[in-house]
Nanobody, 127 residues
Framework: QVQLVESGGDLERPGGRLRLSCRAS????????MGWFRQVPGKEREFVASILWRGGDTYYADSVKGRFTVSRDNAKRTLYLQMTDLKPEDTAVYHCAAAAGAVFSTALGAPKSYDYWGQGTQVSVSS
């Protein structure tokens, strides 16, 4: 059973930067894609970014395009999210997720496309 554990969340000031990590453990790991989602209380989980595990193609929500960068280290089984120019509206719990099978690129932003989820790491942006 695949387990995903996020780390790197913190309190940061507007304009600052953080790097989130998501490490996979528990057996063979060769997902089709991995993604980052975020959620604030009372709202639905929101797509942030995703990456194809083998090919490296990346996809971003418009709200983070140009500020966030998703990457992965296949050998370390680790997914990253480099966050720059942070804004208060980036405050949320950030979850990583893995899609075991093929997913249409148009569906990578949908939580239901992913099979495994981490517990999340809190990112707070405030002055």
């Amino acid at each position: 059973q695949v387990q995903l554990v996020e780390s790197g969340g913190d309190l940061e000031r507007p304009g600052g930067r953080l790097r989130l990590s998501c490490r996979a453990s528990g057996g063979a790991f060769d997902p089709y894609a991995m993604g980052w989602f975020r959620q604030v209380p009372g709202k639905e989980r929101e797509f942030v970014a995703s990456i194809l595990w083998r090919g490296g193609d990346t996809y971003y929500a418009d709200s983070v395009k140009g500020r966030f960068t998703v990457s992965r280290d296949n050998a370390k089984r680790t997914l990253y999210l480099q966050m720059t120019d942070l804004k208060p509206e980036d405050t949320a719990v950030y979850h990583c997720a893995a899609a075991a099978g093929a997913v249409f690129s148009t569906a990578l932003g949908a939580p239901k496309s992913y099979d495994y989820w981490g517990q999340g790491t809190q990112v707070s942006v405030s002055s």
